[in-house]
């Protein structure tokens, strides 16, 4: 073993290396044996079975739940700038936990090398930083120079992603089958996009026919322009179709009493529980959204509903929509399921990582 592989060790309760063998790629705090107390926030362990044996090597923070996040289960793999190296080419990341926060500068270097970009700005302004212990930042550039606006292509559709302000790192990409696949149920009907961002799923209806008429419902005043904005850009004339900066419960429920129906219906809500004591509220927000989305469509219209909750299930998804159409007196087929589009794969050892559910349904 060289010198660089020489990493404090953290010893498992008996069995617990069991899951990290079959592929889980976390160890919970109830799992250690013993925390290894010396270890900064971050730093990088060793994991050892109780009897001793080498299992996997990961950052520790003594602060989250998730007690080790692990990097590799190969004995001989140092975590330094090859390590990256390796690993961009088949993947990118995002610093989210202090274990990341401290490889910093390999990921910086690394992922400038491999995908040969020319800027790199770190979005370090999550939320979820805090939980690690880690300041929520302002957008910074790492590396090379970022413009405000950054036009790219999906499937064939255009947008412009702003990298400094936008949502999450601008756009949310994992939504980009769900997109394409909404083109066969939208040709020259009404559709109804909640949630709609910067248009994502507007654009891919209105650009089936010019008969299409799509509303594109949001919260945020700047999403709604931006998406406003994105018809232009793929030449669809935005004056045809309606863009309302709304509370999507409120909308619904006037689009309900004022008797609106549309064919098509897209429900894709931000995550309403990101921990698991949030689920009870968040299960109700679903069955309530989903009623709701469920009254302002014609019989025989088509629903299509999203949860991007790591802890709601895709039964859970499934559920809500069931609920709402006993209660409506509706039945509902189900007919495409999906999860997140190719470039956020699903580890199977960890159901975890299959944070998006997302379907296709009938509603008669
Ligand atoms: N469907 C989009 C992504 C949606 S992200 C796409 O394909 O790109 C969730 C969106 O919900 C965000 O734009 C956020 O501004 C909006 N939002 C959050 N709460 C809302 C609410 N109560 N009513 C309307 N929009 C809301």
């Known amino acids: 073993m060289s010198s660089s592989t020489h990493y404090p060790t953290a010893s498992l309760k008996p069995r617990r ?70 690993r961009m080419r088949s993947a990118v990341a995002q610093m989210h936990t202090a274990g990341m926060e401290r490889l910093r500068p390999f990921l910086i270097e690394a992922l400038m090398e491999e995908t040969r970009a ?6 370090n302004d999550s939320q979820s930083r805090r939980r690690e212990g880690l300041e929520v930042e ?10 405000t606006r950054v036009t790219v292509r999906e499937n064939d559709v255009l947008f412009l992603v702003d990298p ?17 696949a909404l083109r066969k149920y939208a040709h020259a009907k009404r559709v109804l996009n909640c949630f ?41 004339d935005p004056n045809q179709h309606q863009f309302l900066i709304a ?34 509220q968040a299960l109700k927000a679903y069955r309530r959204l989903n009623a709701l989305g469920m009254q302002v469509l ?17 039964d859970d998804l499934l559920g809500a929509v069931a609920q709402g159409a006993q209660r409506l007196q509706r039945t509902v087929q189900l007919l495409e399921s999906y999860t997140h589009s190719v470039d956020h794969p699903i580890n199977i ?4 990582t299959a944070y998006l559910k997302a379907v296709f349904c009938r509603v008669n």
């Open 138 to 147: 302002e957008p910074v550039v790492a590396a090379g120079g970022v413009p």
């Open 247 to 280: 509370d999507v419960f409120d909308f619904l429920e006037q689009a309900r009493q004022g008797g609106e129906q549309f064919d098509v219906v897209v429900l894709d809500p931000p995550a309403f529980a990101k921990t698991q004591s949030a689920r009870t």
């Open 17 to 86: 290396e069991e899951s990290l063998q079959s592929g889980h790629l976390w160890i919970f705090s109830g799992a250690l044996q013993q925390p290894p107390y010396w270890i900064e926030p971050g730093g990088l362990v060793n994991v050892k079975s109780a009897t001793g044996q080498f299992v996997a090597r990961g950052y520790y923070n003594p602060r989250t739940d998730i007690a080790i996040r692990i990097l590799t289960r190969d004995i001989d793999e140092a975590i330094d700038i090859d390590f990256f190296r390796r």
């Open 196 to 236: 709609s961002y910067t248009g994502g799923f507007s654009i891919y209806a209105a650009l089936t026919s010019d008969k299409t008429r799509v509303t594109s419902v949001d919260i945020s005043a700047s999403a709604i322009e931006d998406a406003r904005e994105h018809f232009v850009l793929n030449s669809i």
């Open 164 to 180: 400094w302000q936008g949502q999450k790192t601008g756009f949310f990409l994992d939504q980009r089958d769900k997109r394409a």
């Open 118 to 123: 020319r800027g790199l700005l770190l979005r």
């Open 298 to 314: 014609r019989p025989g219209g088509i629903l299509l509903t999203c949860s991007c909750s790591g802890v709601i299930g895709m």
């Open 349 to 352: 050892a960890m159901p975890e």
